[in-house]
């Protein structure tokens, strides 16, 4: 079944249907991940966006249930270049078709990628839709136009988990405030001994208190920061109260709670490739990223440090404050997919937990 992707300036790629059939509008986005297809595709940070995966030939080693990030898929919708649609022999799980058709998600095929990505890095990353049914060109150009903006959408509360739950460890009790949190960064947490209390993002301060974390997480999710404003008040009151480490969306949560500010970025960093220079220790680390959002070098409190810098393009991928034990990053080190060359970041929140003697709440 013939497909076509439409994006908001007009321009227009042919393909063919994969997934379900139908029509589905986003913000479309590019990945150059060359691996993890399955985990960017589970990611709830991709929530309202239209998913590109630059690597030209998708699903060769099929689907398996343990490399899920999320219980379910948060995308628009799936471009690829190629889909193989058989698995190596012997394998049980599951081929990308099965995948994207269980989990409801219209993808479409055949299509440059190449050229997509080079258009939505030379314009930015814009609306767009993917459409299998009998709709004009001009109609599917006016429908991206009257898309909501990603700088408007509330995505955050579609992802976040309603209820709180446990993974039942040891010391220390670390809380995670649920943004749309990947399930690599609750194991890793988990793996150095932590019992994990996962929190809604909607948390009010004293329910975060009520579980006696020792630490807190601010984990990553999608959207624009500002959209979740009451979280930010709830993190500014949590500052003096125990040790906060922020990761992607937590990270720019963090930096606007301690007094930054934070930009959409032309078409953001996607994918496992992202050089990261950690000026502390003055090493250079290749980095697992999915953000469209940034914390701003300009107007940081005197009292917050940049610690870390993407090396293509200057902007900020770390900071902490000099005097309390509160830290974020822009990157994911635990990888999922990506390399984990900066996991021990994860190591080094344990070590501030230590120091302050498991965290107060007082």
Known sequence: ????????????????????AGEVGGEVVFSTAMTGYQEIITDSSFAGQIITLTYPLIGNYGIASCYQESARTAAKGIIVKEETTTCQKGFKGKTVQQFLEENRLVGIKGVDTRTLTKHLRTHGSMRGIISSEETSVEELVQKANELPLITEQKLVEEVSTTKKYTIPGGWPTVAVLDFGVKSNIIRSLNKLGCTVVVLPANSTLDEIKSVEPDGLVLSNGPGNPSMISDVIDTVKDLLESMPIMGICLGHQVLGAALGGSTYKMKFGHRGGNQPVKDLEKDRVFITSQNHGFCVSKEGLPSDVVITHLNLNDGSVEGIKHKHLPVFS??????????????????????????????????
Not at 333 to 342: I, L, N, R, V
């Open 1 to 20: 079944m013939k497909a076509v992707l439409v994006l908001e300036d007009g321009t227009v790629f042919d393909g063919i249907s994969c997934g379900i």
């Open 329 to 362: 990053i822009q990157f994911h080190p635990e990888g999922a997919p990506g390399p984990k060359d900066t996991a021990y970041l994860f190591k080094e929140f344990m070590n501030m937990i230590s120091l302050q003697g498991g965290g107060s709440c007082a």
